[in-house]
């Protein structure tokens, strides 16, 4: 699950989340945004192919496959070509 919290082309914070195992409304993903705000949190951006960055928001993977779903399932449909995630560093660093 991951959740985008900034609009960084449109200055505009947001709160908007998603996931690949569950329906928006449904009573399931509910319960997942519930398990999502009690554990960690990894923050991303996205950007696009000239470093962009379009959007900042959480996951709860950074590491695996998973780690893709915000830019497969949000970041692609508005141009969106990378995501990188805030290392220990306090670095940003493409998965």
Known sequence: MFKITEN????????EYFSSEAKKGSEEFEQLIKKFEAEPQF?????????VVYYIGYSDDCTSKSGFDPLDMYGEYFGCLDIQYLNAKGEYERL
């Open 8 to 15: 960084c082309i449109e200055s505009k914070f947001m709160t």
């Open 43 to 51: 923050k991303f951006r996205m950007r696009d192919v000239d470093q």
